[in-house]
C-alpha cells in the first residue's frame, strides 16, 4: 500500500518540493543587504526616470528600509 501511496502522492511531493526551493531562493535574495540596496537605487532611479509616481517611491522606500532596519537588529 506504501508503494501505490508514493507513486500517487508524488507529483504533489514535487510541486511542494519545487515551491519550497522558490520561497528559499527568494528569501536568500531579500536576506541579502546588497540586493535590498540595489534595490533601492534602481527604485530611485525609475523616479528620477519618472517611470514612477513619488507615492509608490515613498512607499516601496520604507518597505525597502524597513527590511533593511530588521535585518541588522
Do not use: C, H
Not at 50 to 63: A, H, V
Amino acid at each position: 500500500m506504501l508503494l501505490i501511496d508514493d507513486i500517487f502522492f508524488a507529483p504533489i511531493n514535487g510541486i511542494v518540493w519545487i515551491a519550497k526551493k522558490i520561497d528559499d531562493i527568494s528569501q536568500e535574495e531579500l536576506s541579502d543587504k546588497g540586493k535590498v540596496k540595489e534595490k533601492l537605487m534602481e527604485l530611485q532611479l525609475r523616479y528620477e526616470l519618472d517611470e514612477i509616481s513619488e507615492e509608490e517611491y515613498y512607499e516601496k522606500e520604507r518597505e525597502l528600509l524597513e527590511y533593511l532596519k530588521k535585518e541588522t537588529e
